[in-house]
């Protein structure tokens, strides 16, 4: 049973509960929820099928839908009544009414049809205009992280373990901030390093680093569905992309305000048109899955373009928000205070914006391409235009003489000739502009006005929307006063295109938003702690979890607004905390209170990314290319530009790419030195399976994906046994102990620091030792970089 | 998995994994039961994560996909009125625009439809050897789809959803009802000699099910990936490095005693290992008498059919050691000419067609004959499906016809299945889905029963909904069902 299901009949239930000792039947409880639920959808304002509306009872009256006292003469009874093995003509969609919901109509018209003076009937929704997460944050000034966390584990009698040893502590957090595991020697400095603040240094080292980018910027495209290819039928890769990826991670390296990172996702052309570097932010609204096959189908073409906006819609909503306003293209939500109109404001909101590369320079390389190619194009078109004032001439004699042309004209043609062919060679010559897949953003297509799509299709326009900020959280009523109606917005109709992206960006990021602050917030401890406070990330609605810790939730959301959206203080906030320090040790009884942890008495062990098990093999085995390779004798990378981001560039790729009328991806049997960069720069098409990043989980790109998932599965095994990258890095892992030590037993040492960043014990060293003089250390570094140990943090 | 576990599971939803002490399950205050969630971690590498709703007609399915959409009116139902009308404009519609754009007029099926079996089902003389399985099938000649595009189709066909990152039917029922055997995956697609169907590998993509959920891609022509051992280590050295790692790793778990993923992994090393047994013997055809050879068509010398009729053939083995979902294809994505790979017969309808239905024809024929006589069909459901029709007119100009969203033919047989049934049908053209118009939804929710599950409790939650196969659709098709 689906949910709205089950929540209907709990209620029902309910009602039938209270109804039951008087026998009488109470219309605001018993009957509107049933006719709101079931019939306002199609009946009300705005889509007011058959011309029925039942806001209000005026039709119900005046068309005899309804006459009080007499169910059997009442249309509505005998629309939502069908004899035995019939279906009753109402509802036209969905299941017919139970039959002690129809009874309890009827015994309502018998009893008068009474229906409270003012009273409109509104379609509920679980979730209020007064959820939890719209409301202001509210925080004690004094409190602290520590302290939030073990008041809850108080009131559950449990407690925080202990401080973890130097070897767990450096490795979870390098893990943790650069997605990489610690070398041999920053263990011995750090394990070693006699200062108080040796641990605050070692997060500073580690915030520091341009790999934190890498790593940090990895999550946050995961959040906003990066990927490179268009996905659908075609799914063509898309090559120009990549700055998008880079400008990511530099501005996460940077510590750039993530309220400014969301404005320049949503507008920043709009916000500086001239300065590629924020201009590249809003290829954010393109790096979606888009359907583009030609479709001359008008009806059909319609929707695609409205999946297409919709994709948008969605993709903003629950990255940024934490909602699903999509839940509302077709009706209200079911569950959040999110109006149909809303949805529909959004769609306003990108309607102009249109996937495709377009040229990415700021105003003076476009001025000096400009003056460069100027001259050749105005010299091409004088010379076009003397040869084909000769061609004319020489026709107009054609008629007159039989040689119309003179030598010396054919001289001079032959001349010009030349010359055009030699100046179109100099124009040829000027390197294009690059080119980068920013979208674009089409005020014509974004001209009002918008209307609402009834049951979401584009064939059957509603109510004209006005493009303005979510009203749950914009206006006011009696209960409730949303903390953030002083900065609501409400455009005009004729308000541009890049204005409307504009208001929304600026609501998204105001400081007085709590939702964005606190969705925010949540996934920085998500990604620490490997479950947020809200273990849905992307949904704070009714649908999602409530918060473990909501004091915690609006402290942290806090902090970030008074940090100005900088990530890296709040990094440094949480995993200073001794919640963050505590060690991972089990504790049964703990368990047997709280198995999943969300209290927080141990720090919850982790099994490394997708990413991150390739990036350590690469470390281990010391063939990791921190440069960037760019393939520049390959002409399918259409931009080759230098990128600001070293190692950056365009995207490596695991796959054999094809192409015919569609794309196909084949995975390689062979990794090639050009793979051997972190996986952040491979080139992420759609739906296009590669080995041991799918099999760890590595999301396909189609949605945001806010949390991963965790999977064991055997064939994680083949192919981390089998693959012939297992065997390179196993063999390069080899070459490089042998040349570190002459020695079996220190090349296991080494080997065991690298990759699990302890020693050895004794048993251990011998079974390893053993090993290796039975089989060689290759097949030891196979076995090593199959082990466990090495994804698994604690 | 034991009986302990699925029935705490049952108890708790998958979400709520032992939250015992009092105050902390408001923590997680929303309706979390039996919902599926990306926090079940569950590690079981072969029970199912959800509990049966009721009794199963069904254990496993074979779904058999021809993609390019496949003609109704050319293949499955009969249209006499196209033969009286030939060439006449098709009333109402004289001015229809579709896909590729402007249509002519109406054109009769180039073969003659013949009755066949007690049921007397008029089906193609493309299909001789079809015809003989016509009152074993339920037809459902009324379905109808969101899209008229080929890739979109093909997920909507196979996931309820016309967008990419939705877990294909396979998945849904891996997550299910698990493996029923854990040498080999549970769900496994076979795409065609010829390639991928349109929209590739989101046909069979977990979506957003947990990887383990996802389907092994296998053909006779495409080995599982990354199965062999490599020819560069020999056995004896592979046999040692996986004790040697095993050590390793019980080591690691036994130290961690709390942590079951460890041990799950400890046990997917192993797993892996009896794959790597499994699967070559499951792929290997030889072992089949000639006779069924034969009755296949694996030798014939129209390489593409006997292609895929290996393919059938590996299909009905890996059935008959425990597969839950296997997805066969015959044909492929859309190549630059329409109709040559797979059944869009845009342009030359019936130059396309005398290509495809003797590739599909025999070999599908014998599969379902062999799954008769092993009794495999007592408990196997087999669906064949494409992602929508083709129109009743030619396309402009051309001897083809133009993609038909609102009007095509999928079919069931076997486990649970009404046979000799043709449930719905389309206006007298072909057109339209008219009598009792149906749904891939309608179509899942009625898999789904006949595997035991109520379509709208199966779910899984995933940004802000608890997601179904039949998204929030779906009546069962109870005309059909035994």
Not at chain 1, 15 to 39: K, M, Q, R, S, Y
């Amino acid at each position: 049973m689906n949910q709205s299901l089950l929540w209907c009949f709990v209620s029902l239930a309910l009602v039938l509960g209270n109804a039951f000792p008087t026998l009488a039947v109470d219309f605001e409880n018993d009957v509107a929820p049933i006719l709101a639920e079931h019939c306002l959808r199609c009946h009300r304002p705005g889509n007011a099928k058959g011309d029925l509306s039942l806001e209000t009872d005026q039709q119900l009256r005046d068309s005899e839908f309804v006459i009080g006292g007499d169910a059997d003469s009442s249309h509505l009874v005998s629309l939502i009544t069908a004899a035995e093995g019939e279906t009753p003509e109402m509802p036209a969609e969905g299941k017919p009414l139970s039959s002690q919901q129809v009874k309890l109509i009827r015994d309502w018209v018998n009893e008068g049809a009474s229906w409270p003076d003012g009273f409109r009937l509104q379609q509920r929704t679980k979730a209020d205009a007064d959820w939890w997460a719209f409301q202001p944050l509210r925080v004690d000034p004094d409190t602290s992280l520590d302290e939030l966390i073990d008041r809850r584990l108080g009131e559950t009698d449990l407690s925080r373990n202990p401080t973890a040893d130097r070897h767990q502590l450096i490795r979870r957090v390098t893990f943790d901030l650069i997605g990489l595991p610690p070398t041999p020697e920053e263990i011995d400095a750090f394990v070693n390093d006699p200062a108080p603040d040796a641990y605050e240094h070692l997060i500073d080292r580690l915030l520091a680093s341009p790999h934190y980018g890498e790593r940090w910027g990895r999550h946050w495209l995961d959040v906003i569905r990066f990927g490179e290819s268009n996905g659908f039928e075609r799914n063509v890769l898309i090559n120009n992309l990549w700055p998008f990826r880079d400008y990511v991670i530099r501005s996460l390296n940077e510590d750039k305000p993530f309220n400014q990172l969301i404005r320049e996702h949503l507008a920043g052309d709009v916000l500086e048109p001239n300065e590629p570097d924020v201009v590249i932010g809003s290829a954010f609204l393109v790096a979606g899955p888009y359907d583009d096959v030609g479709n001359q189908d008008a009806v059909q073409a319609a929707q695609i373009r409205a999946n297409t906006i919709d994709e948008m819609i969605r993709s903003s909503s629950e990255a940024f928000l934490g909602l699903t306003i999509g839940c509302a293209r077709c009706h209200d939500h079911k569950f959040d205070p999110i109006k149909q109109d809303d949805y529909y404001s959004l769609y306003s909101t990108f309607a102009g914006t249109v996937h495709g590369d377009e040229v990415w320079a700021t105003p003076s390389e476009r001025q000096a391409h400009h003056d460069k190619s100027q001259p050749l194009h105005q010299q091409v078109a004088s010379l076009e235009k003397q040869l084909r004032d000769l061609d004319d001439a020489i026709k107009q004699r054609e008629s007159e003489s039989a040689n119309p042309i003179t030598d010396q004209e054919s001289k001079q043609r032959d001349e010009w000739k030349k010359q055009l062919d030699q100046v179109r060679q100099q124009l040829s010559q000027i390197p294009a502009l690059p080119r980068a897949w920013l979208g674009r953003h089409d005020a014509n297509r974004a001209k009002g006005p918008f209307h609402v799509f009834l049951g979401g299709s584009p064939q059957k326009p509603g109510e004209i929307v006005t493009t303005q900020s979510l009203v749950a959280m914009s206006t006011s009523d009696d209960q409730h006063e949303p903390s953030c109606a002083s900065i609501a917005y409400s455009l005009s109709g004729d308000a541009s295109e890049s204005e409307r992206r504009l208001a929304f960006a600026n609501w998204v990021t105001d400081s007085q938003n709590p939702l964005t602050l606190r969705v925010l917030a949540n996934r920085l401890w998500h990604y620490h702690f490997g479950t947020g406070i809200v273990a849905t990330p992307s949904d704070f609605g009714y649908m999602g979890e409530r918060p473990s810790h909501p004091e915690l939730l609006d402290f942290l959301a806090t902090q970030l607004r008074d940090h100005g959206w900088r990530i890296k203080p709040m990094h440094k906030l949480i995993m200073m905390s001794q919640t963050y320090r505590q060690s991972a040790s089990f504790n049964a009884d703990a368990a047997a209170m709280d198995a999943d942890d969300r209290l927080l008495w141990r720090f919850p062990p982790q099994r490394l990314s997708a990413e991150a098990i390739r990036d350590s093999m690469l470390q281990l085995s010391g063939v990791w290319r921190r440069e960037s390779i760019l393939p520049r004798d390959d002409t399918s990378v259409s931009l080759q530009t230098e990128s600001a981001v070293p190692s950056g560039g365009p995207g490596f790729r695991l796959y054999q790419f094809m192409q015919d009328n569609v794309c196909t991806y084949v995975p390689l049997d062979q990794h090639g030195p050009e793979t051997y960069r972190r996986a952040v720069y491979h080139q992420n098409a759609r739906a296009s399976v590669v080995d041991l990043m799918t099999d760890f989980d590595q999301p396909d790109c189609a949605f945001g994906t806010p949390r991963r998932s965790e999977t064991t599965t055997p064939l994680q095994a083949l192919t981390m046994l089998n693959h012939s990258f297992t065997l390179d890095m196993s063999q390069a892992m080899a070459t490089r102990l042998a040349k570190a030590s002459d020695q079996v037993s220190d090349q296991v040492d080494l080997a065991y620091r690298g990759a699990f960043s302890r020693k050895p014990d004794d048993e251990e060293r011998a079974d390893c030792v053993s090993f290796i003089e039975q089989h060689g250390l290759a097949a030891f570094c196979r076995a090593l970089l199959n082990a466990s140990e090495l994804i698994y943090v604690q | 998995m034991n009986l302990q576990s699925h029935a705490r599971r049952q108890f708790l939803g998958n979400v709520v994994s032992g939250l015992a002490g009092i105050g902390l399950l408001d923590l997680l205050g929303s309706p979390a039961a039996n919902r599926g969630f990306a926090a079940d971690l569950g590690n079981e590498s072969a029970g199912g994560q959800v509990l049966p709703h009721h009794a199963a007609k069904a254990k496993r399915v074979l779904q058999i996909f021809c993609p390019g959409a496949a003609s109704h009116m050319d293949l499955w139902e009969h249209k006499p009125m196209l033969e009286k009308m030939n060439g006449q404009p098709m009333p109402g519609e004289e001015n229809l625009v579709s896909f590729q754009g402007k249509n002519g007029n109406l054109m009769q099926s180039p073969w003659p439809f013949k009755p066949s079996g007690q049921s007397g089902k008029a089906i193609s003389t493309m299909l001789p050897h079809m015809a003989t399985h016509v009152d074993d099938i339920a037809f459902i000649h009324s379905m109808h789809s969101k899209t008229n595009t080929h890739g979109p189709g093909c997920i909507f066909m196979n996931t309820g959803h016309d967008s990419e990152g939705f877990p294909g039917a396979g998945s849904w029922v891996s997550y299910a009802l698990g493996s029923e055997n854990e040498n080999l995956p549970a769900y496994v697609a076979i795409p065609d000699i010829r390639g991928e169907p349109p929209n590739g590998k989101a046909n069979w993509s977990n979506g957003f099910l947990p990887a383990k959920y996802q389907a092994i891609t296998l053909s006779d022509q495409l080995p599982i990936r990354n199965l062999a051992r490599p020819e560069s280590i020999d056995a004896a050295t592979d046999q040692d490095t996986r004790q040697f790692l095993q050590r390793m790793n019980r080591r690691f778990a036994a130290s961690n005693p709390a942590e079951s993923e460890l041990q799950a992994r400890v046990d997917a090393y192993s797993l892996a290992a009896r794959m790597q047994l499994s699967a070559p013997e499951v792929s290997g055809l030889e072992s089949e008498s000639g006779e069924t050879h034969r009755l296949y068509g694996t030798g014939d010398s129209n390489e593409l059919k006997a292609a895929y009729a290996r393919n059938c053939l590996l299909a009905r083995r890996l059935l008959e050691r425990g597969v839950r979902y296997v997805n066969l294809y015959c044909a492929s994505r859309a190549s630059g000419v329409d109709g040559l790979l797979n059944w869009d017969a845009h342009k030359t309808l019936k130059a396309d067609y005398e290509r495809h239905c003797p590739v599909f024809d025999q070999p599908t024929a014998a599969l379902l004959t062999d799954l008769k006589r092993t009794g495999l069909l007592d408990d196997t459901l087999v669906l064949w499906t494409t992602e929508f029709g083709r129109m009743p007119t030619h396309q402009e100009g051309t001897v083809g016809r133009d993609h038909n969203p609102d009007g095509f033919t999928c079919w069931m047989m076997g486990a649970g299945v009404k046979g000799g049934v043709s449930y719905g049908a389309t206006d007298e053209f072909g057109r339209r889905a008219e009598q009792n118009p149906t749904t891939v939804w309608d179509f899942y929710a009625t898999v789904l029963h006949l595997l035991g599950y109520d379509h709208e409790k199966l779910t899984w939650y995933h940004n802000g909904l608890d997601r179904r196969l039949t998204d929030v659709h779906g009546n069962l098709i109870k005309a059909i069902v035994a």
